[in-house]
């Protein structure tokens, strides 16, 4: 499969913690896979997921809020590799991975 640079938006963590009030920095982004099967279907569009994210940064668990059941696993695949700043907490943050065709 050949892999795409997807676009993500730095503005997508929009749900912050629930304990520190404010969302996480985002350190590391991965580079995510265009599935075949949506791009010979020519399916775009943007997934949502809510990611646990550990103290340390790393994330601990993922759930699809939204998006095109083909690029799920893809956007999940990704952010599963995504590191966050570390905090004193647990928090839960608000991820949203961007497939589009033209790139």
Known sequence: MKKVTISILMG????GSAFAGSPRKVLVVSKTEYPRLAR???????VKLEAVVLPTGKIKELKVLGGHPLLAESAQKSAMKWQ???????????????FNLDQ
């Open 40 to 46: 010979e279907m020519r399916v775009s569009g943007a």
């Open 12 to 15: 997508l963590i929009m749900l």
């Open 84 to 98: 966050f700043e570390p905090a004193s907490t647990e928090t839960v943050e608000t991820i949203t991975v961007n």
